[in-house]
């Protein structure tokens, strides 16, 4: 069997849209069965519905909002229940909320490390155990370019990201010889619903395609690395970043997201 095809599972979170819904595209034109996890029903069924139409696939949608403090770990019971075996799992939901930690409100802090952090943290946590005894699996984590590098106004979600990045690193050496591949993911600006949220003082750069995203990431999983950029001109400012004199690298990062 072979991971994101023909016999393999993948549960995607944040289906309903962007880059989770065209990772969903993605895996299903290659015949691998799916998971659909978001808040919004509805949009998950109807993908569900064009998904199976098209390409003869077997398509669980799974709404579960993992801000719950309960979400993710409610959502696995789900899966238990209905007998469902995760082969591959993305974490791709999450969202990124411009504005300063003291005059935001407070969900706006709890919400990004809610989803960003806690959620992928548990379903990765009860997940990986089964792809390591059946000797094979991927977990895909969706970082961010703005986990390189501070972000003012964008605080918790550039240290979320920082915190999906180290997270998924040293994951991956934890998992070398068990058959189970694991990456981190770091998009720049792509064209997707996130910005209705960050709005649009986050976008940072021309924005790429969700698909060029998906591409990058399939690529990198196939190489077996711990952690891909997309996008050329991404992958060189977050090579810069860190390397940067703190003051510069926090100055610049406030500058490119400045309304
Ligand atoms: N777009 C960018 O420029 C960019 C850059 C770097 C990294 N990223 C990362 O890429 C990932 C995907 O984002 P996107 O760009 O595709 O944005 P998007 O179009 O806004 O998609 C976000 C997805 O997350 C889901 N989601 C949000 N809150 C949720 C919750 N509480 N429970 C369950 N699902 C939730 C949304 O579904 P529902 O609303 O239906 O729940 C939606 O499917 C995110 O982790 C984001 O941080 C994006």
Known sequence: MRILTAGSTTLITGASSGIGRSFAHR????????????????????????????????VTVLPQDLNRPDGAE??????????????????????????????????????????????????????????????RGAIINVASTAGFQPVPHMAVYSASKAYVLTFTRALWREVRGTG????????????????????????????????????TALRALRRGTPSVVDGGGNAVVSWLAPRLPERLAISLAERSVRP
């Open 180 to 215: 189970v591949d694991v990456l981190a993911l770091c998009p720049g600006a792509t064209d997707t619903a996130f910005f209705d949220t960050a709005g649009d003082a986050a976008a940072v750069g021309n924005r790429r395609t969700p698909d060029q995203v998906v591409d």
């Open 27 to 58: 895996i299903a034109g290659a015949g691998g069965d799916l998971v659909l996890v978001a808040r919004r029903a509805e949009v998950l069924e109807d993908l569900a519905a064009e998904l199976r139409a098209r390409h003869h696939i077997e």
């Open 74 to 135: 409610t959502l696995v019971a789900e899966l238990d229940a209905q007998g469902l075996r995760i082969d591959a799992l993305i974490n791709n939901a999450g969202l990124g909320i411009h504005g300063d930690l003291a005059t935001a409100p407070l969900s706006s802090a709890t919400t990004q490390i809610g989803v960003n952090v806690r959620g992928l943290t548990v379903l990765t946590a009860l997940l990986l155990p089964g792809m390591i005894e059946r000797g």
